[in-house]
């Protein structure tokens, strides 16, 4: 059951340019969840942004959220190679809270 | 210094056998959360438990066990059920409510030949 659509798929920027990332989802949600996963390694989590609220930041990371579109966007600005990863966008299952369902991810490339 | 620990990082097995993956927190985290990626996938979510001596089905449950008898442990059991079992396993534990952020583990590579 999938929630949560990442666009696009996959991203490559040179190092310094804003990097800019896309969710959409199906069903009501009262937060919506981004996080980051380098090959192969476990997920990070990176922001949280609550359904009553529209942006949210964190360092270089900029999350919003428009519930009437039901769409998230994470922008990365001035991207580094480090930053070099798959993300993830994640939302409660519909059938309760107790689950994250998440979305196929887009894979950022940085390119020095 | 608290986390989730998965062991071991590659797991290698013979087709027909049952294998167990560990997963061990110290986060005192309640719920806990067993996932399946494929290469270029998503998570895809096998089991989840939300204390202990209690567990749900995932998405993709069939072919898999798990047990929650300690907090602290959540083993997931990939069973010779399991049509295709070769994939990277991902542990999580919830800190907070319901829909609050998961801790992810570093992950179990399985191969089954």
């Known amino acids: 059951s999938q929630q949560g659509e990442e666009d696009p798929q996959a991203l490559s920027i040179q190092e310094g340019e804003n990097a800019t990332m896309n969710c959409s989802y199906k069903?009501?949600?009262?937060?919506l969840q981004w996080y980051r996963q380098n090959s192969g390694r476990g997920l990070v989590h990176l922001i949280l942004i609550r359904s009553n609220e529209r942006e949210k930041h964190s360092g270089r990371l900029r999350v919003t959220l428009d519930t009437s579109k039901k769409s998230s966007s994470l922008l990365i600005t001035a991207s580094r190679a480090a930053d070099t990863a798959s993300y993830f966008c994640a939302t409660p299952g519909k059938e309760g809270a107790q689950k994250l369902v998440f979305g196929q991810g887009t894979r950022l490339t940085i390119n020095p | 210094d608290g986390g989730i620990t998965q062991s071991p990082k590659y797991l290698f097995r013979k087709e027909g056998q049952n294998v167990t993956l560990s997963c061990e927190q110290n986060l005192n985290h309640d719920a806990m959360y067993w996932y399946r990626q494929d290469p270029g996938q998503g998570l895809r979510l096998i089991y989840y438990?939300?204390?202990?001596?209690?567990?749900q089905k995932g998405d993709i449950a069939e072919g898999y066990s798990v047990s929650r008898e300690k907090k602290e442990s959540f083993p997931l059991t990939v069973t010779s059920a399991q049509k295709n079992p070769t994939a990277f396993y991902l542990c999580a534990s919830r800190s907070g409510g319901a829909g609050g952020e998961q801790y992810f583990g570093p992950g179990t590579r399985l191969t089954v030949t």
């Open positions: 069903t009501s949600i009262n937060n």
């Open positions: 438990s939300q204390i202990v001596n209690d567990f």
